[in-house]
């Protein structure tokens, strides 16, 4: 007897759906590397349950896209390694083969590369948040004299908004650390942010490391 054809997405049941994304869950276990990993597969179901839509039914890609960049970015934020990155449509296809659910193939590489922007993103996105962390203080900052603490202005951002909050939060540690006075070096912006406001915390601008002299300047206050 011949086999049937498989369901269009829009035909498949209810059961259909649901176990072509448990099957999908059970390749991605399969395929995991580590805890974050399986944390990632079961914190994700609701992208996967849009790209599994998207990947089967006829209708603009950019929606397929979306859900793939989406579910990208989950990945990535829950530490899921790249390779279940890789592997992951691979699980999709497979889900679609097993339940009998009719999808587009050529959808297949497009979505890929989707998936991969969405990850990539938000990794770059992680990183740029790790960077401008290590500038809070105390990292920014060393004690040079008894109350005097030099500050290094190199915020990673040319935002003036982000630089402004950046040199309200390092001032107000100042603040509440004792010191009466600041050396800066660094930026030009940063610097001005910085000193702006530490003006407002009545901390005083003692001088900057480019300054002549003002290593001598330090040893006779301490």
């Given at each position: 007897?011949?086999?049937?054809?498989?369901?269009?997405?829009?035909?498949?049941?209810?059961?259909?759906?649901?176990?072509?994304?448990?099957?999908?869950r059970e390749?991605?276990?399969?395929?995991?590397?580590?805890?974050?990993?399986?944390?990632?597969v079961?914190?994700?179901?609701?992208?996967?349950?849009?790209?599994?839509?998207?990947?089967?039914?006829?209708?603009?890609?950019?929606?397929?896209?979306?859900?793939?960049?989406?579910?990208?970015?989950?990945?990535?934020?829950?530490?899921?390694?790249?390779?279940?990155?890789?592997?992951?449509?691979?699980?999709?296809?497979?889900?679609?083969?097993?339940?009998?659910?009719?999808?587009?193939?050529?959808?297949?590489?497009?979505?890929?590369?989707?998936?991969?922007?969405?990850?990539?993103?938000?990794?770059?996105?992680?990183?740029?948040?790790?960077?401008?962390?290590?500038?809070?203080?105390?990292?920014?900052?060393?004690?040079?004299?008894?109350?005097?603490?030099?500050?290094?202005?190199?915020?990673?951002?040319?935002?003036?908004?982000?630089?402004?909050?950046?040199?309200?939060r390092v001032?107000?540690?100042?603040?509440?650390?004792?010191?009466?006075?600041?050396?800066?070096?660094?930026?030009?912006?940063?610097?001005?942010?910085?000193?702006?406001?530490?003006?407002?915390?009545?901390?005083?601008?003692?001088?900057?490391?480019?300054?002549?002299?003002?290593?001598?300047?330090?040893?006779?206050?301490?």
């Open positions: 007897m011949a086999r049937a054809a498989p369901a269009r997405f829009d035909e498949a049941t209810a059961s259909q759906t649901e176990r072509a994304l448990a099957t999908w390749h991605d276990i399969a395929y995991a590397l580590h805890a974050a990993d399986r944390d990632a079961r914190a994700s179901d609701a992208p996967r349950a849009l790209v599994l839509e998207h990947l089967a039914r006829p209708g603009p890609a950019r929606d397929l896209y979306s859900a793939c960049a989406r579910l990208g970015r989950l990945l990535a934020d829950c530490g899921a390694s790249p390779s279940l990155l890789a592997a992951t449509l691979d699980g999709a296809a497979r889900a679609f083969e097993e339940v009998e659910i009719a999808w587009d193939p050529a959808r297949l590489a497009p979505a890929r590369a989707s998936l991969a922007e969405g990850y990539s993103a938000a990794l770059l996105e992680s990183e740029r948040v790790a960077a401008r962390r290590a500038w809070d203080y105390p990292a920014c900052a060393v004690k040079v004299a008894k109350d005097v603490v030099a500050i290094a202005c190199g915020y990673p951002s040319d935002d003036r908004e982000a630089l402004a909050d950046w040199a309200a001032a107000a540690a100042v603040s509440r650390e004792g010191y009466r006075s600041a050396i800066l070096s660094g930026e030009a912006a940063a610097k001005a942010e910085v000193t702006a406001a530490l003006s407002l915390v009545g901390v005083a601008l003692a001088m900057t490391a480019e300054s002549p002299g003002w290593f001598a300047s330090l040893l006779k206050r301490s």
